[in-house]
C-alpha cells in the first residue's frame, strides 16, 4: 500500500471543496472495494476523505412511488429496513445476499454504484429498476450511468448522494454466486415497472447491461416459458477460470426463468 493522508470530512460541502482541490484524492464511504485495491497497489490517492459517516448521505425514505436511499446507507440497512421489504422486497433479498456479514456491515450502496464492478449487485437493481443515481450536482438514469468495466458518468469529484428507485409493481434478483467471495458470476434482475419490463444482468458481461430480447418477449407474455426459447449471444460475455463464456450465457437464461417464475408464481 502506498502512503496517502487521511481526512475526515465534516459535511458534504466539505468533501466536495476538498476534491475539488485536491484532484488525486478518492472519496472513503465502506471502503469495501477502495481499501483491497489500495493494498494491491493498484491506487495511489493523494488523500482518503472518509465521507461515511455524514448524516446528509444515509437514510431510508419511501414517499408516493419513489423508495430513496442515501449513498452511504449500509448493505444491512437496506436489507433489515421496513421501508425497501414493503416498497422493493427485492432490493432487500439481494442487500442480503451480498458478499458476507462483515462486508454488509460496511459496504455502501453509492459506493457500489460508483464502482461499478462487473460482478456487483446493486447495479442490476439500479438498471433493472430505472433508478436515478442523484449527485451532488445532477440527476443520472441508470441506463446513462453504467458505461461498461468500472466505468461510470460520474466526472472527477462528483459524489453520489442518494438513489432514488421507482417502486415497481413487482420484481425479483437471481444470482448464481461464487462460492468464495459471493459476487455475481451472473446475476438476472427482472422487474414489471409502471411501464414495461426491464431485465438487467451482471456478472456475466465486461459491466452490467440489459437483455432487451428478453425484454420484449416478456412484455408479450409474462411467463417463465417466454424466454425459454432465447440464448443469450455469449460473444462478448466474460470468460475466466471460473466459467465460459457459453456458461454464462446458460447461465442469463436460467436465472431470467427463475426470477420470472419467482415473480409469476406470487
Do not use: C
Not at 471502503?31 to 485495491?37: K, Q, V
Not at 489500495?38 to 437514510?59: C, N, T
Not at 460496511?106 to 443515481?133: R, V
Not at 408479450?220 to 425459454?228: E, H, I, P, R, S
Amino acid at each position: 500500500m502506498y502512503s496517502f493522508n487521511y481526512v475526515k470530512a465534516n459535511s458534504l460541502r466539505e468533501a466536495r471543496e476538498f476534491l475539488k482541490s485536491n484532484p488525486d484524492a478518492r472519496p472513503l464511504a465502506g471502503g469495501m472495494t477502495l481499501i483491497p485495491t489500495l493494498k494491491a497497489r493498484l491506487a495511489q490517492p493523494s488523500h482518503l476523505v472518509d465521507i461515511g459517516a455524514l448524516e446528509e448521505l444515509r437514510g431510508i425514505e419511501l414517499q408516493g412511488s419513489t423508495l430513496t436511499i442515501g449513498a452511504a446507507t449500509r448493505h444491512n440497512d437496506v436489507l433489515r429496513s421496513e421501508k425497501v421489504r414493503q416498497a422493493i422486497p427485492a432490493l432487500a433479498e439481494l442487500a442480503g445476499r451480498i458478499g458476507d456479514p462483515a462486508v454488509r456491515n460496511l459496504g455502501t450502496m453509492g459506493g457500489s454504484l460508483a464502482n461499478n464492478d462487473p460482478a456487483a449487485d446493486y447495479p442490476a437493481a439500479a438498471l433493472g429498476l430505472n433508478a436515478k443515481i442523484v449527485t451532488d450536482r445532477r440527476e443520472i438514469a441508470a441506463d446513462d450511468f453504467f458505461q461498461g468495466m468500472f466505468t461510470t458518468a460520474l466526472e472527477p469529484g462528483e459524489l453520489i448522494v442518494r438513489i432514488a428507485f421507482p417502486v415497481p409493481k413487482r420484481a425479483a434478483y437471481e444470482k448464481f454466486a461464487h462460492p468464495a467471495s459471493g459476487y455475481a458470476m451472473t446475476g438476472v434482475f427482472v422487474a414489471e415497472t409502471a411501464s414495461d419490463i426491464r431485465v438487467a444482468v451482471t456478472g456475466a458481461g465486461p459491466g452490467v447491461f440489459r437483455w432487451k430480447e428478453a425484454e420484449a418477449a416478456l412484455a408479450q407474455k409474462f411467463a417463465a416459458d417466454a424466454v425459454a426459447g432465447l440464448r443469450m449471444p455469449p460473444d462478448e460475455l466474460n470468460e475466466d477460470i471460473h466459467a465460459s463464456r457459453d456458461y454464462r450465457a446458460n447461465l442469463v437464461n436460467v436465472l431470467t426463468k427463475r426470477a420470472v417464475a419467482r415473480i409469476a408464481g406470487r
